[in-house]
C-alpha cells in the first residue's frame, strides 16, 4: 500500500510517519519506483506499536526506540523482550533518602518474594519501586499497612494470569509487545477504578448497611 | 503545647502551620496568654491529616478544605466522609470523545457493577474513569481486553477486603480518612508493582521455563 493507505488505516499522519522513518523507529517502505514507496502489514503492525508504546506506555522516542531494538533482536527471548517493554513502563514512587525505612522496606520485599516462590530478579524495577513504596508508608507513619501485602500479592498473582492470558493469544512478537504495554498501562488504570468500586461497596456494607 | 513544639512532633515548619490556620484548614490554637497559642493532640492528628491529603493525595487546598469540612460535617456519614475523599483521588483516564467506543464501555460497567452486585451509584467517578479506560482500549483495538474485568473484579474485591480492614482499625475520623488517603494512593502503586512482580514470574515460567 502507499503511505496515504497506511496513514488512513492507522490514523497516523503522512509527515508522522516520515518522521518514524527518519528517526529509525519504523522500516522505509520498499521502493516500487524512484519516488514511490510501498508498505506492507508489517509498517502497519510496527506503526500500531509505536503509537501504542507513545501515547499509552507514555515512552520517549528514544524509550522506543530500545524496545524495539529487543523486539528486533532475534538472540533476545520473549521473556527478556516483554521484561525490556514492561520495565520502561514502572512507575516509580518520589524517592525519599536512604535511610533505616527503605533498608527495612527493601528486606520486606526481598521476604515476600522468597515467599511468593517468584523467579525475579532482585533489582527488578518493580521490586525497587514497591521498596520505595514501603519506605514511603513507613516514613508517613503507616509502616503497618504493609500488613497487607499478602493480600494484595494475592490479587497481583490473580490479575498477572489474566494479564498473561491475553498477552499469550498474541500471535507476533510485535503485536504480544503491543499487548504488554496496553494490558500494563490501561490494566493498572482498570485495577484502580475497580478497587475504588470495590472500597465503595465495602464501605457503604460496612458503615450504612 | 507550643507551636514550636506542634512543628518538631508533625515536622511541618511554624511558618507553614500559621498559613493553614489563616486558610482555615487548621483551627487556632487556644490562647493561652494574648499572645500565644497551645495546640492539643487535635491539632497535631488534623495536621497529619492535611499533610498526607496534599504530599501523598496530592489534593490542593480548596479541595483539602472540602475534604475537612466533610470530615467535621456531624450530619455525614463515615461512609459518605470516606466517599468525599476517595472521590478526589480518582485518576482520570484522558478523555476521548462521546462516541461509541464510550457508550457501550459505560453498559460493560454498569452490567459489571450488576453482576457483582456491588452498592454503588451509577454517576460514582471511578465507574466514569473505568468506563474512560475501557472506551479507550477499544479505540486503539484492544477492546477484547475487558474480557479480565471480572478477574480484575475478584482481585479488587480482595484488596479491598484488606483496604477496609486497615481502615476500620483506625479510632477517630481524621484517623480513618487519613488512613484511606494514604492507602489509596500508595496502595494503587503498591499493587502496581506488585502486579509487574506477579507478571515477571509468570512471563519467565511460560516462556523460559
Not at 502489514?41 to 515512552?59: C, V
Not at 520505595?132 to 499497612?145: I, M, P, S, W
Not at 494475592?154 to 494470569?161: G, H, K, L, N, P
Request: net charge negative.
Amino acid at each position: 500500500m502507499r503511505i496515504g493507505e497506511l496513514s488512513r488505516r492507522t490514523g497516523v499522519s503522512v509527515p508522522t510517519i516520515k518522521y518514524y522513518v527518519r528517526e529509525g523507529l519504523l522500516p522505509s517502505g520498499e521502493l516500487s519506483s524512484p519516488n514511490q514507496a510501498s508498505y506492507g502489514d508489517r509498517h502497519e503492525r510496527r506503526l500500531r506499536l509505536i503509537r501504542a508504546l507513545l501515547d499509552i506506555g507514555g515512552l520517549s522516542v528514544a524509550a522506543i526506540r530500545e524496545v524495539l531494538a529487543a523486539v528486533d533482536d532475534p538472540d533476545r527471548s520473549v521473556h527478556k523482550v516483554l521484561g525490556e517493554a514492561a520495565r520502561r513502563m514502572t512507575p516509580r514512587y518520589a524517592e525519599g533518602g536512604d535511610d533505616a525505612s527503605l533498608a527495612s522496606a527493601r528486606d520486606q520485599v526481598r521476604q515476600l518474594i522468597a515467599r511468593r516462590g517468584w523467579q525475579v530478579d532482585a533489582c527488578n524495577p518493580a521490586a525497587t519501586a514497591l521498596s520505595e513504596t514501603l519506605a514511603a508508608l513507613d516514613r508517613v507513619g503507616h509502616g503497618e499497612f504493609a500488613e497487607v501485602l499478602d493480600d494484595y500479592a494475592d490479587a497481583a498473582d490473580r490479575v498477572a494470569d489474566a494479564d498473561l492470558a491475553y498477552v499469550a493469544r498474541k500471535a507476533g512478537l510485535d503485536d504480544l509487545v503491543e499487548g504488554v504495554v496496553i494490558g500494563t498501562v490501561l490494566g493498572d488504570a482498570m485495577l484502580a477504578s475497580l478497587r475504588r468500586l470495590a472500597q465503595t461497596h465495602r464501605s457503604s456494607t460496612m458503615y450504612e448497611g
